[in-house]
């Protein structure tokens, strides 16, 4: 069962670095829909595009799956035969609970694409040949030093044709519009029931861990990672999703 996120409820003595530990896991699915606007509409989405793109016998993966939402939608649309998704994350209480979910998935439904969930660190992975890579809303929490030795070694597991789908909150080059779309993140928090307490705690416990760059940083590092062609396809406030082509 899913809680109801109350993490960051009560005044902290210490706000602590954010991590993906056993409290965070037990209520992830609440957490992630009411802070990251868009969050259904683009895993969902993803679902459609790896179908579009995964091309048979060929291997998808989920970078930072955490409980495997994209990989259970990748699940529902992919049809090419002979697929396997591959959903790697580092919390061991996320990837137990993945494994959890996705039986649950194997019992409700025949049939569909089979998944290793492997528990590691997505920059030290030896990537196989691949046409469909995920990482949903993980790189901005990679180390900006590691972030394009990662998509590089994307890129070159890619098969011809092959597809990154890169998720991100961004940060905005102008001022005025970062203080506008962060005003407007703050109001769908306290939209979907965050108090001022909890949005400013949950901030000040993610600010060092968690680093967003600009659409145009993406881009750039995409193309200097090899990748011949990227664009974004969904933006929701100070959050977007892109689709770089090998
Ligand atoms: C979704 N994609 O619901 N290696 C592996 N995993 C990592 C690493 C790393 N180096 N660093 C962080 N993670 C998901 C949501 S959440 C996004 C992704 C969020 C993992 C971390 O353990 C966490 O599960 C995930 O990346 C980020 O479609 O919480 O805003």
Same mark, same amino acid.
């Given at each position: 069962m899913t809680?109801?996120?109350?993490l960051f409820a009560?005044p902290?003595?210490q706000?602590?670095?954010f991590v993906?530990d056993d409290? !965070?896991?037990?209520?992830?699915?609440d957490?992630i829909?009411?802070s990251?606007p868009g969050?259904?509409?683009i @895993?969902e989405? /993803?679902?459609l595009?790896a179908g579009? *793109?995964?091309?048979s016998d060929s291997? /998808?993966?989920?970078?930072?799956?955490?409980?495997? &939402?994209?990989?259970?939608s990748?699940r529902r649309? !992919?049809?090419?035969a002979?697929?396997r998704i /591959?959903?790697?994350?580092?919390?061991?209480?996320?990837?137990e609970?993945?494994?959890? *979910?996705l039986r649950?998935?194997?019992?409700m439904v025949e049939?569909?694409?089979?998944?290793?969930?492997?528990q590691?660190?997505i920059?030290? %992975?030896?990537l196989q040949?691949c =046409? @469909?890579? @995920?990482l949903?809303f #993980?790189?901005?929490?990679?180390a900006? =030093?590691?972030?394009l030795?990662?998509? #590089?070694a /994307?890129?070159?597991?890619l %098969?011809p044709?092959?597809l990154?789908?890169l998720?991100?909150k961004? $940060?905005f080059?102008?001022?005025q519009t970062?203080?506008?779309?962060e005003?407007? +993140? *703050?109001?769908?928090?306290?939209?979907n029931?965050y108090?001022?307490?909890?949005? $400013?705690?949950?901030r000040s416990a993610?600010?060092? @861990?968690?680093?967003?760059?600009t659409?145009q940083? +993406?881009?750039?590092?995409?193309?200097? &990672?090899?990748f011949?062609? =990227?664009?974004s396809?969904?933006?929701?406030?100070?959050?977007?999703?892109?689709m770089?082509?090998?």
């Amino acid at each position: 069962m899913t809680e109801i996120d109350k993490l960051f409820a009560k005044p902290l003595t210490q706000v602590s670095d954010f991590v993906f530990d056993d409290d !965070v896991v037990r209520v992830f699915p609440d957490m992630i829909k009411r802070s990251v606007p868009g969050y259904p509409t683009i @895993v969902e989405t /993803i679902g459609l595009i790896a179908g579009q *793109y995964a091309q048979s016998d060929s291997l /998808i993966y989920d970078l930072g799956c955490s409980l495997g &939402a994209a990989t259970q939608s990748m699940r529902r649309h !992919v049809r090419a035969a002979g697929c396997r998704i /591959i959903a790697v994350d580092s919390s061991a209480p996320m990837v137990e609970r993945c494994q959890e *979910y996705l039986r649950a998935q194997d019992a409700m439904v025949e049939e569909l694409t089979p998944v290793d969930v492997v528990q590691g660190d997505i920059t030290q %992975l030896e990537l196989q040949p691949c =046409s @469909v890579v @995920v990482l949903n809303f #993980t790189l901005q929490f990679i180390a900006p =030093s590691q972030r394009l030795g990662l998509l #590089t070694a /994307i890129h070159q597991a890619l %098969l011809p044709g092959g597809l990154l789908i890169l998720s991100e909150k961004l $940060a905005f080059a102008d001022p005025q519009t970062q203080q506008s779309l962060e005003a407007m +993140h *703050y109001v769908f928090k306290r939209a979907n029931g965050y108090s001022e307490l909890e949005i $400013a705690q949950k901030r000040s416990a993610i600010e060092k @861990v968690m680093l967003p760059d600009t659409l145009q940083a +993406h881009q750039d590092r995409l193309a200097n &990672a090899g990748f011949s062609h =990227s664009h974004s396809w969904f933006q929701s406030l100070n959050f977007c999703s892109i689709m770089a082509h090998k």
